[in-house]
């Protein structure tokens, strides 16, 4: 089946928080609408850019585009951003059923609140392995006052600006600003406008719900709960996921996952949800949703007051949820058991030419100006760097656990080329800050696969005798990992899928201050790119025969 969008992008004011702010809406809303789609389905979204003056770019998260990596919808890599009043017609096929997201992947756009969901179902006849009465999705988001042009602008520049905390937490786009705040100019903040009500699940006392959640802070990792209810964790990133139970889940930037939640409480009253940022000593105040019991009115607030939720800076609970993430029995996909290939990425802080910087074994990335499929399948070499990034750090004589100076930092936009049908191992190193004792958590998220996590580990890791633990029997498949403080994570994953594929932080300002990578794997096998991806840097003229 054919799924068609027609879909206006422009800016509009709007109050998720309530707090006026001009968001980057989707046919009027943010988040925009939800993909609904069946395995196999091909989706068509014709994307109408009605900013005035800015370009745009959609990324499909999640899915792989197997053969289509031209629809990816990251500017620089997989093609040239959609010029104000151009209609770009997006068009893939999803391949797999599970829980995705889409969001603008261009600049720092996608905090302007430019994202939604997809989500895709079973084939006709086949069901899922555990059963539900309902299907419920949220995305939760943070949320800044300042414009996304505004923190990019503050980011690189010298002195360096930090975004800092967010004003909000949305879930479903609703959070609550106090607009009693001082220095707030009256008229901007409306404590009752409609927009910032909190969202509200309502919920038939002893049914169960399966709750897609997925993540797009900025910069926030979330604990995300419901007042009482227990949830079964089932998927993850469009995998099923061994089922165990939680009372708080930890969902970081770019990561999706269905819960069970059984209605099974008093029905007497409503309940809070909560998102509570960790990781980061946050002054962000929880975001909050209403579980409502019909008929209980959905606009009473809960008896109890919100769940406090855990310690920011207890890194305990979230590795163990981390570790206790595993494909489900008989849905397993076992990973080849040796690689061809391991590239160790340390994740750095650095300050370069004056510029604070986030660096992946001392090169901190920058997009080029012609995308890089274009690029290598038009032999443009000349457009970006050919010297590859490295294959590790000099591992031996860092230590990754205090300030290091870092003073070889350089950036670049080179590229690593991936041989085709390899098997690739990751190993994501982090280390301290430019800050004393500090170490954060990084979200890393990979374009146009999904990877095995193979293992995670404290401290540094040690190549002979770290790989010897990996999980290699029934490893959860994922597009997006956690990285935890002074901590690595080690991914495999199969250069299967022609391409040019970033793989980055999904912390928007990280991505933003050189926190990523390229991938280019098997783009001799391509045929011919569409003439709509084209246009911008050395691409112009470049169309296809
Ligand atoms: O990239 C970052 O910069 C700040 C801080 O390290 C410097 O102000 C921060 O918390 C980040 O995550």
Redesign the pocket.
């Known amino acids: 089946k054919i799924r068609h969008y027609k879909w206006e992008v422009k800016y509009e004011y709007k109050s998720p928080d309530c707090h006026k702010k001009l968001a980057i809406t989707i046919n009027g809303g943010t988040p925009g609408p939800t993909i609904i789609a069946q395995q196999g389905d091909t989706v068509v979204v014709e994307l109408q850019n009605g900013l005035l003056t800015e370009n745009v770019a959609i990324h499909w998260h999640g899915i792989r585009q197997i053969g289509t990596p031209w629809m990816d919808g990251t500017e620089g890599v997989t093609q040239c951003p959609i010029l104000p009043a151009e209609t770009f017609v997006y068009k893939f096929v999803v391949d797999r059923p599970g829980t995705y997201m889409y969001h603008a992947h261009y600049g720092m756009q996608r905090e302007a609140g430019l994202y939604g969901a997809i989500r895709v179902s079973l084939p006709d006849g086949q069901i899922e392995p555990f059963s539900y009465d309902y299907d419920r999705s949220i995305i939760l988001n943070d949320w800044y006052h300042k414009s996304a042009y505004e923190q990019a602008v503050g980011l690189s520049s010298i002195p360096?600006v930090?975004v800092g905390e967010p004003q909000s937490i949305l879930i479903q786009g609703r959070g609550k600003f106090n607009c009693n705040t001082s220095g707030i100019a009256s008229g901007l903040c409306n404590a009752t406008n409609p927009e910032c009500s909190p969202y509200v699940l309502t919920v038939v006392p002893g049914k169960t719900y399966r709750l897609r959640i997925g993540s797009l802070t900025a910069l926030s990792a979330l604990s995300f709960e419901i007042e009482g209810h227990n949830m079964t964790v089932v998927e993850a990133d469009g995998h099923y996921v061994e089922p165990f139970v939680v009372q708080n889940l930890f969902i970081y930037s770019g990561e999706t996952y269905s819960v069970l939640i059984k209605a099974d409480q008093s029905p007497s009253r409503n309940y809070w949800a909560s998102a509570k940022v960790v990781s980061?000593n946050s002054s962000t105040p929880n975001g909050l949703a209403i579980l409502n019991y019909y008929p209980n009115h959905p606009r009473r607030n809960p008896t109890a007051s919100p769940p406090i939720g855990p310690i920011w800076n207890d890194i305990g609970p979230r590795l163990a949820q981390s570790l206790a993430i595993k494909a489900r029995k008989g849905f397993i996909h076992t990973p080849p058991q040796t690689s061809d290939r391991v590239i160790i990425m340390l994740n750095t802080?650095n300050r370069i030419n004056g510029n604070?910087r986030?660096s992946i074994n001392n090169v901190s990335f920058h997009l080029p100006h012609t995308p890089y499929l274009i690029a290598y399948k038009h032999n443009l070499l000349h457009t970006f760097e050919q010297n590859p990034p490295p294959e590790g750090y000099d591992s031996a004589n860092y230590d990754i656990f205090s300030v290091a100076n870092n003073t070889n930092a350089t950036t670049s936009n080179g590229a690593y080329r991936l041989k085709f049908n390899t098997t690739v191992d990751i190993i994501l190193q982090n280390a301290n800050?430019?800050?004393l004792n500090?170490s954060?958590t990084h979200p890393w998220h990979l374009h146009g696969h999904d990877f095995w996590v193979l293992g995670y580990g404290t401290g540094k890791f040690n190549g002979s005798s770290d790989p010897k633990r990996y999980n290699l029997v029934d490893p959860i498949m994922k597009n997006t990992v956690a990285v935890h403080p002074y901590g690595w994570t080690a991914l495999r994953f199969r250069a299967d899928n022609p391409g040019v594929w970033a793989f980055h932080c999904h912390?928007e300002?990280?991505f933003y201050?050189g926190m990523g990578v390229v991938f280019e794997e098997g783009v001799e096998r391509l045929g011919k790119l569409p003439n709509s991806i084209m246009g911008c840097g050395d691409s112009k003229g470049h169309h296809s025969p």
């Open positions: 360096f930090w980061r802080q604070v986030w800050t430019m800050n500090n954060e912390i300002s990280h201050m």
